[in-house]
C-alpha cells in the first residue's frame, strides 16, 4: 500500500493532465505569479511567473497513524477565496507597519482537514489546517520542491555528521553557504531553511518555512539528483537524557516511528517560497506577515535596544585597579560604560550559574547578582542573564518569577540545538511565560525565528546564524565576507539574527586569524558599522571589550546612537554573495549602509526612493584609502549632499558604508 501511494504521488510530478483531476487557479494581486492547484489523484501545485514555470507540479501530503493520507486521492468538499489588503502594527520589526496584500484559496476536504493557499506580489505559501477533534500522531509530511531545469542553489548545509542523516537532527544552525546545483547536492547531508535556488532571468525561489509551533522544523535533502527538493523531518524524541555541552542539554537517544503529535485542531506551518529578485528576497515580509498574531496585547513593556556584551571579548578590560572576569566589579563597570554611552542593556553570558549544574539558582561566589541588578537600576542599564536550555526549561515558571522580580530584563537562552517538535513547543512557551513575568527574550542556540517573533513579540532575537562569534576560532579558509553579503538575501527572510557585530579589531583577508581571548573581525571597520544597518536585530550586541570602545570614540558614538528597529526599511540594491544597500528610516531620518565580499566596488545609490527631496545633511562613515592594507582605517565627514544626485560609494575589499541623512535643520 505504501508503495502504492509513493508512486501516485510521484506521478504528479509529470503533468497535470496525466491525471483526472480538478485543478484551480490563484493568481497574486499584481497576476504575475500564478498558482495551479491539482486535486486528483494526489494534492499538488505549481508556479509560474509570468507564464513561465517557476516550480513544476509538486506534491504535499501529510500520513497519519491511522493508515490515511490527506493529499492521496483528495475530494474537495468545498472551495473558498478571499483578498486581503491591510496594514499590519510591527513596532519591534523593521517597519512600524507592515502590508499584508494577498489573494487566498481553501480547498475544505472531506476527513476533517483543508489545505490553504496564499499568493503575494512576492511569493507563494501553502498550510494544511486539521479539524479532527481526536488526537492523532503525524508519521510524515510530503513537501516537495520540483524546478523545470538543473537550477543552481544556495544551501546551508548541517554542518556536522555528514553522512549521518540521524546524526544531524542536532545541529546549531550555524553554517556557510555552499553554492551548487540540485543534481549535486549531498544527498548525505540535510539542508536546514532558508535557502535558495536560481530560477534564471534574474529570478530567485527562497524556500522557508513560518509560523512554526509545536511542529518540527522542515530540513531539504536531494537523494538521488533529481531537480527537486524534498523535505525531512526529525522523528518525535521518545528518550532524552541531560547532557551535551556542560550538561545543559537535553539528548535525544532514542525516537519515534512518527514525527508529531496532534492533540486538537490545529493549522500546521506555512511553506513558503519567496519568488523575486535578489533586492525583493532582501526585503520581504512573508515570514512575518504568514506567523500568528501576537498574544500580547499590551507590549509597551518591551524594550528593544542594545547590549553591552562580555563573552566574545572575553572580559578584557583595562586601565582598572581590579582583576577583570566574571566578578561584580566587572559587570558594574560593565553598567558604567553602557550608562555613559547610553546602552540600554548589560549580559552577564555564560560563567555568572555554577557550571555543570543546570541551575539557575546556584550563582558562583563572585557574583553579588541583586547588588548588580540594583546597581544597574539605578544607572538606568537593565541587566539580561544567560541560561542554557534546560537550566531554563527544566524550572522556567521559578526562574521567570525569581529573577523578575529581582528586576533582570530578559534571558539570553542557549544551545537548544534542535528544532524537533518537542523543541519548538519549547520556543513558544519560554516565550509565553518569560511574557507572563514580563521578561524580554533572546533565543540564542536555536533555529530561524519562523515567525516566532510576530506571535511572541517579547523575542526580540534569534541566532540560527554563522555570526561574529565564530571569528573567535575560525580558520583563515572561512570566508566571512562572503556569508555577511548572502545572509540578507536568505538568512534574513526569516527573521531577525543575533548576529553580534561591532569589532573593533579589523582584519584584511591576508592579515585576519583567529584569536579565541582578543577576537578581530575578517573585513573592514566600516563593514562592522554597517551591519547595524543591513541586519535586522532587535535586540543588538555590541560584542567588544569597552576599553576598545573607549578608545574609538567616533565609532562607538555611531553604534551607541543607532536605532534597532525602524519605522521603514527599504533595500536600494544588491546582488546576493556579493554586496547589498540597505535603507532604513527612524522617524525622519535615514541611515544608508552598505557592505561588500572580499571584491572592492563602486556603487551609485539612487536614493529617491527614499522620497527625501533636497538637502541633507549627512554624516558618512567610509573606507579609510588604505583600508585594504590596514583594515581599521577610515574616515568619518560630516556633509550636505543633494538627493536628488547618485550616492557614490567606494567599498574597500571587505569593505563598508554607513551615512546618517538628517533634514537640515
Known sequence: MKKTLLLLAASVACAFPALAQKTYTLTSPDGRLRTTVAAGDALAYAVTLDGRPILDASP????????????????????????????????????????????????????DWSVEFRAYDDGVAYRFVSRAKKPFNIVSEQAEYRFPADCAVTVPYVRDHAGNIDAQWRNSFENTYTETTLSKLDAGRLIFLPLVVDAGDGMKVCITETDLNDYPGMYLWNGDGGQHLTARFAPYPKRTEQGGYNNLQMVVKEREAFIAKVEAPRTFPWRVAIVGTDPDLAASDLSFLLAAPSKIDDTSWIKPGKVAWDWWNAWNISGVDFRAGINTETYKYYIDFAAAKGIEYVILDEGWAVNKKADLMQIVPEIDLPAIVEYGRQKGVGIILWAGYWAFDRD?????????????????VDFMDRDDQQMTAFNHRAAETAARYGLILDLHGTHKPAGLNRTWPNVLNFEGVHGLEQMKWSPESVDQMKYDATIPFIRQAAGPMDYTQGAMRNATRKNYRPVNSEPMSQGTRCHQLALYVVLDSPLNMLCDSPTNYLREAECTEFIAAIPTVWDETRILGGRMGEYIVSARRSGDTWYVGAITDWTPRDVEVDLAPLGIGGTVEATIFRDGVNADRKASDY????????????LKIHLAPGGGFVAVLAPVR
Open 60 to 111: 504535499l501530503s501529510l500520513t497519519l497513524d491511522n493508515g490515511t493520507t490527506w493529499g492521496i486521492a483528495p475530494r474537495v468538499a468545498g472551495v473558498s477565496r478571499t483578498s486581503v489588503d491591510t496594514a499590519i502594527p510591527s513596532p519591534f520589526y523593521r517597519s512600524a507597519e507592515v502590508r499584508d496584500r494577498y489573494n487566498g484559496l481553501t480547498l475544505k476536504m472531506r476527513g
Open 635 to 646: 574616515k568619518r565627514e560630516t556633509i550636505r549632499i543633494d538627493t536628488v544626485e547618485p
Open 396 to 412: 522556567m515558571d521559578n526562574v521567570c518569577k525569581h529573577y523578575s522580580e529581582m528586576g533582570v530584563k530578559g534571558f539570553k
